[in-house]
């Protein structure tokens, strides 16, 4: 019966991508099916995006400067991710806190050159009392970071804007202070220089939907997720783990039941049978 088979796959996706109900439920069609993947372009970029950012080796992203945390570090807060049609959810302990490693600044040196750390492109759109709304600006795509208990941290509000102050102050002796590009209304030159990393390509939606699924990973303690170069010929990338699922149970959760990934985004990473 469809209606048995609907609560099943809602069901499983509950259990294995640790998806709230209320969250699954904006996510059924009007069929009853559930759809985890976005078909927007640019949300699809912003997510392929996070995807390279989130599962890299700590502090080897090219954007992974922040002191104090690396953007793999910050799995730790995280409790689950939701994909919806129009931006991806993050439920998060201390929401102010990982917003502030995300948002980006520039950092330009006497010589011209410069470093972005944080996503280039992502602006606060709004802050509610339990969630800040981030909008990708060169994608039009959106994330949203969810605090888990209770209201965001008014005290991370004003570290975070704190932040954005001391970082504005540029005089003779500190030119290569990092500056927040995060509060501009367009790209800052150093930002638009590194727009490759969010180009499309063929594997864009192939990472949207990992992403979407992330907790088929993160559910496991210390699983060590990372991407690194493939070593076949006919793969672009591999993804690596240490724990948790086996290759061909990851390798079944996307390409069958509910928690499939599209047609078009047919996976092509390959994990390696044995830990990483």
């Not at 502090?59 to 953007?71: I, M, N, V």
């Not at 991710?81 to 995300?102: E, G, K, M």
């Not at 493939?230 to 990851?250: D, M």
Request: with cysteine; hydrophobic share 35%; proline share 7%.
């Amino acid at each position: 019966m469809p209606y048995s088979r609907d609560k099943a796959d809602l069901a499983m996706c509950r259990e294995v991508l640790n998806i709230p109900d209320n969250y699954l439920r904006r996510m059924r069609q009007s069929n009853g099916r559930l759809t985890l993947d976005t078909t927007e372009p640019g949300q699809q970029r912003l997510q392929a995006l996070l995807f390279d950012c989130f599962f890299s080796r700590g502090g080897e992203h090219r954007f992974d400067l922040a002191s104090g945390r690396t953007f793999p570090d910050l799995l730790a807060y995280l409790g689950w991710v939701a994909p919806q049609a129009d931006r991806i959810i993050f439920q998060a302990n201390t929401a102010a806190r990982v917003t502030s490693y995300l948002v980006p600044y520039v950092r330009t040196f006497a010589d011209q050159s410069y470093e972005v750390s944080g996503i280039p492109g992502l602006r606060l759109e709004r802050l509610t009392r339990k969630a800040l709304l981030l909008h990708h600006l060169p994608t039009g795509g959106r994330l949203e970071v969810r605090e888990n208990i209770g209201e965001i941290s008014l005290q991370d509000m004003q570290n975070l804007l704190k932040e954005e102050v001391r970082g504005s102050r540029l005089d003779s002796e500190t030119k290569d202070r990092r500056v927040p590009a995060w509060t501009q209304d367009h790209l800052t030159p150093g930002e638009a220089a590194v727009s490759h990393h969010w180009a499309p390509s063929p594997t864009t939606p192939l990472r949207s939907a990992l992403l979407g699924r992330a907790n088929l990973w993160w559910t496991s303690h210390r699983h060590r997720v990372h991407l690194a170069p493939a070593r076949r010929s006919n793969a672009e990338r591999c993804l690596r783990w240490s724990s948790g699922h086996t290759t061909a149970e990851i390798g079944s959760f996307l390409t069958d039941g509910p928690s499939r990934s599209p047609p078009h985004a047919s996976p092509r990473l390959r994990a390696p049978s044995t830990a990483a």
